[in-house]
């Protein structure tokens, strides 16, 4: 069985992330989400609201089986420890290939065993962050065609807390 895993900040999920859910999908037998517990931006929300809206929305958009777990500490001790063969990223614009072509070499040097995959974006999600979403939603602007209803209501509870 090729197991992967596909780690990240998810703060918060965002269709683009669940595009590259749905590719990996396809090619690996078993997909698990890793919810970085501590990630190198100040998150918004806490390592178990990601996590549990990560839950909400593979469960909104209809897909099933994609385990979600949170992490703390070095990414390839994770991925070492859950057996998986690949590490799974996305790439949006070119913008994203030096920090991921970084970060896939040196988990490569840390294990040569796994490999670091890229899934390419969907056009339609090539401009879409996280960081862009909470911009917009802090705003009062609609993030409906960015994320899942269960993100968007996240956000708006949250930047009501935090007024
Ligand atoms: P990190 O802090 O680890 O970069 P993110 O949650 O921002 O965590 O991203 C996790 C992965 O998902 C990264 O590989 C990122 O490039 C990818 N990703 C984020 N948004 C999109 C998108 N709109 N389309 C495709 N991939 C994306």
Known sequence: ????????????????????????????????????????KGALFSAEERKRLVERALEEVGIEDVPVITYSGLLIECAKALGVVAIVRGLRATSDFDYEFQM????????????????MTAGTYCFLSSSMVKEVKRYGGDVSKFVPRCVERALEEKFRETA
């Open 1 to 40: 069985m090729r197991a992967a895993l596909y780690p990240g900040s998810f703060d918060p999920i965002t269709y683009g992330h669940l595009d590259i859910v749905r590719r990996a999908r396809k090619v690996f037998d078993k997909l698990t989400i890793a919810v970085v517990e501590n990630p190198r």
């Open 104 to 119: 896939a070499l040196t988990n490569r040097d840390l294990d040569s065993d796994i490999e670091t995959v890229f899934f």
